[in-house]
């Protein structure tokens, strides 16, 4: 009979992402060698690796750095030096026939003349916002009005979201949906904004190599890690880890970057901890990349409302990364859809036409190369038992030294940079502890 191997570190880091990497490096920055990084797949980065097929290189939709903390601008400027490079955000929404620079609502000079006027006739009339907006719904209309709401936020959120509005909770909204004041809102109508705006009005990316050169930079300050190394079970009361349910980890602190609802499947036991996740939910998405034999005028990305396309948002990957097509005359576009469509010939025609409609492709480009991405975790749900659920989960997972980290981690809506905080302010407490 084979022994299973038995290891032991003193900290153990589930998911080889950008959180797990960046709570590894603070670990080395802070002298702290005794940890043990696990990653299911066979490559480090989670979403944020670029992925390299047939000279064409791209991310798991755009990932762009968009970096508001002192910490992840200095960080990332370090790792990366001179491969960093910043760009001004050029995005719109394609709705009903308009053409509306991002964001729809600081830019209403943009608007059909009749709709303008009846967003302008709303906004005055809007009251102050309730302490506790009852439901995203509630906040849209609330923050905009109705018309804006009809025109923009209901049909795209629907899309993208996969639900009504009333269903989600507006906890998540904080900077990614601009709610400016409603001056602003009703000057756009007459005058265009001097700057764009919003939390991504200009973001940085690396000039070569995608987001994954990012993760390259982390990793190759990070020694302990394992590739192909799934973590299928866990005891937390023995501090006690399974990879692929043959060898065992021991630990005494765990941190987690893997989903939520997936930690606490991997519990021996909490049998009540897994009947309250099985209220968390999320919304997949797929992701196709598609490159045709005409370099279109650039574009970072666009949304699009109208229930008419298959895809809630289309990017262009070469406009910020020439690098990611191996000619010129070239466009390679990140198409996002909801939810899991077939990859089928079927669904490639619709979204083919869903562009040639918007203006995208012609009918005589060609198409030179596309692949598919399944995100089946892509947007965590704030639905209302999210709000209770989840800092009650944080809680006792805490309570056994399990500490849990990253968008999917502490079940939320954030990016890189909130990663990036969250891993070096853990990798401070852990070593107190
Ligand atoms: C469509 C989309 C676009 C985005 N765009 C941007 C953007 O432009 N800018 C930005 O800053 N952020 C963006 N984000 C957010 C960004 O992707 C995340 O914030 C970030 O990648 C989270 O990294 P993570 O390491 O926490 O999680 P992940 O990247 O999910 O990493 C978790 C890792 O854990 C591994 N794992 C899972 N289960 C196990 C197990 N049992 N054992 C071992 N390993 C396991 C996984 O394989 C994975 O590698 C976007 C997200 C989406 C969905």
Known sequence: MVTPK???????????????????????????????????????????????????????????????????????????GKNLAQHTRHAWVYSNGMHVPYPFQTNLWALHPE???????????????????????????????YALYEAFFRPYNEKLWGRPLRELTCEWCGPFVP????????????????????????????RHGGCGALVEALAA??????????????????????????????FEQLVSTIPLPQLVNLLQGHDELKRA?????????????????????????IYFPDAAQPFYRVGMQNSFDPGSVPEKDTSLFYIELPGLPPHTPETEEKIWN????????????????????????AY??????????????????????????????????SFIDKSLTQAWDLAGKLTTL
């Open 354 to 377: 869903g562009l040639h409609q918007k203006g995208l492709v012609d009918s005589d480009d060609v198409k030179l190369f596309s692949a598919w991405q399944t995100l089946p975790y």
């Open 6 to 80: 038995i290891t032991h570190t003193r900290t153990l880091i589930l998911g080889g992402g950008i959180t797990g990497l960046a709570t590894a490096y603070a670990l080395e920055e802070l002298g702290c060698r005794d940890y043990l990084l696990l990653e299911a797949k066979d490559h480090l980065g989670g979403l944020c690796a670029t992925t390299y097929v047939n000279g064409y290189h791209f991310d798991y939709g755009g990932h762009l750095l968009h970096l508001h903390s002192q910490l992840g601008k200095t960080l990332v400027k370090k790792l990366l």
């Open 179 to 206: 709610a400016p004041q409603r001056g602003e809102m009703l000057q756009s109508a007459t005058q265009k904004p001097a700057a764009p705006q919003g939390y991504n009005a200009t973001f940085y990316y690396p």
């Open 380 to 413: 965590v749900i704030f639905n209302q038992a999210r709000s209770q659920v989840v800092p009650a989960l944080l809680a006792a997972l805490e309570k056994e030294n399990c500490f849990c980290v990253g968008r999917y981690g502490r079940w939320e809506y």
């Open 277 to 301: 996740a099985l209220q968390l939910e999320a919304q997949p998405i797929t992701v196709y990349h598609l490159a045709i034999a005409r370099e279109v005028p650039h574009f970072s990305w």
């Open 115 to 145: 709709l303008r006027a009846l967003c302008v006739e709303e906004l005055k009339q809007l009251q102050n916002m309730p302490a506790a907006p009852e439901h995203f719904e509630d906040w849209c209309i609330r923050s905009f009005g």
């Open 221 to 250: 300050h990070v020694k302990n890690t394992r590739t192909n190394a799934p973590v299928t079970r866990l005891n937390l009361a023995a501090k006690t880890a399974w990879i692929n349910d043959r060898e065992t980890v021991t």
